[in-house]
């Protein structure tokens, strides 16, 4: 099992920043790959950016040069740095961990979801 826990949303004018943080407990030995995803009121769920174990990354070309995935492994955490935030960035971001091990094969974990609102 894996525990995430989200920190960092707000309310925050366009142009403003937010940083997202997801802290990681229980059997992280096994997690291949951390994300965040987001949900907008009546649109499907997206992925934001996602980062390995290894630390390649990938970014939506929708959020490309404004958001910055990193990581912590010494705090487990993984980080989501939102610069230049526009209205459409509004919307609840889940953190998202991938687990695989031979013996049990993939599963996905999520946190609660933290709301994020950019509104003047």
């Known amino acids: 099992q894996v525990q995430l826990v989200e920190s960092g949303g707000g309310l925050v004018q366009p142009g403003g920043s937010l940083r997202l943080s997801c802290a990681a407990s229980?059997?992280?030995?096994?997690?291949?790959?951390m994300g965040w995803h987001r949900q907008a009121p009546g649109k499907q769920r997206e992925l934001v950016a996602r980062?390995?174990?290894?630390?390649?990354?990938n970014v939506a070309d929708s959020v490309k040069g404004r958001f910055t995935i990193s990581r912590d492994n010494a705090k487990n955490t993984v980080y989501l740095q939102m610069n230049s935030l526009e209205p459409e960035d509004t919307a609840v971001y889940y953190c998202?961990?991938?687990?695989?091990?031979?013996?049990?094969?993939?599963?996905?974990?999520w946190g609660q979801g933290t709301q994020v609102t950019v509104s003047s």
């Open positions: 998202n961990a991938h687990q695989f091990s031979i013996a049990t094969g993939s599963r996905d974990y």
């Open positions: 980062i390995t174990k290894s630390g390649n990354t």
């Open positions: 229980g059997s992280i030995f096994s997690i291949v790959a």
